[in-house]
């Protein structure tokens, strides 16, 4: 079946730590992006890809990092500059910039 | 600055009632408009989207949404509420700038609904 993969689902992490969440996709779609969702915020959006190595930064990209350089993969590194990483991340995937967006199942991030 | 509003964080209804979330959006030119719905442990899913056209869209599972260009609006309704509807609910809007036109998404509404 065809869609987004995101792992792992859950991870605990010392204060100080980066931590990589991994985001892969088989829905052969140009367009990647990372969302951070907090309660009664909405989605905000941390970095986005449109294509194989080039990405841009979002609203709140600061303390966050990624890379793109196969089409099916975007991870994305929460590094230890990042104030406030305890959240849910979502990763998504869309056929062009315009598209509807795809998602996967999230990644709950908690730093101890 | 582009933004989205929903008006209402939490709302509770018994089965059979009829449903209507407000979202607002800021923006004065062409615009798509979706809603996503998150069901309880389940990933964020498209219910319905507007680009153009009719203005009252249809969706999955008896839901609709009506574009008011005037009311800058993008409202959900359904007539008839199941438990199995119970979920956050997003408005979700994409301006057209010039460049990237990333997608905002209001804060969300979860919705109860009890048997």
């Known amino acids: 079946d065809g869609g987004i993969t995101q792992s792992p689902k859950y991870l605990f992490r010392k204060e100080g730590q980066n931590v990589t969440l991994s985001c892969e996709q088989n829905l052969n779609h140009d367009a990647m992006y990372w969302y951070r969702q907090d309660p009664g915020q909405g989605l905000r959006l941390i970095y986005y890809s449109q294509i194989v190595n080039d990405f841009q930064k979002g609203d709140i990209a600061e303390g966050y990092s990624v890379s793109r350089e196969k089409k099916e993969s975007f991870p994305l590194t929460v590094t230890s500059a990042q104030k406030n990483p305890t959240a849910f991340y979502l990763c998504?995937?869309?056929?062009?910039?315009?598209?509807?967006?795809?998602f996967g199942e999230g990644s709950r991030l908690t730093v101890l | 600055a582009q933004s989205v509003s929903q008006h209402n964080h939490h709302v509770i209804l018994s089965e059979a009632a009829s449903l209507e979330l407000g979202c607002n959006y800021s923006y004065g030119g062409t615009v798509n408009l979706f809603w996503y719905v998150q069901y309880p442990g389940q990933h964020l899913q498209l219910l319905l989207k507007?680009?153009?056209?009719?203005?009252l869209v249809k969706g999955i599972k008896g839901f609709e949404a009506e574009f008011i260009k005037s009311k800058f609006s993008f409202n959900l309704r359904k007539p008839s509420v199941q438990w199995s509807d119970t979920a956050e609910y997003f408005c979700a809007v994409r301006g057209f700038s010039g460049g990237y036109n990333k997608l905002i998404f209001g804060a969300g509404t979860r919705l109860a609904v009890h048997p």
């Open positions: 507007y680009f153009s056209g009719d203005p």
């Open positions: 998504a995937s869309s056929i062009g910039a315009t598209g509807e967006l795809f």
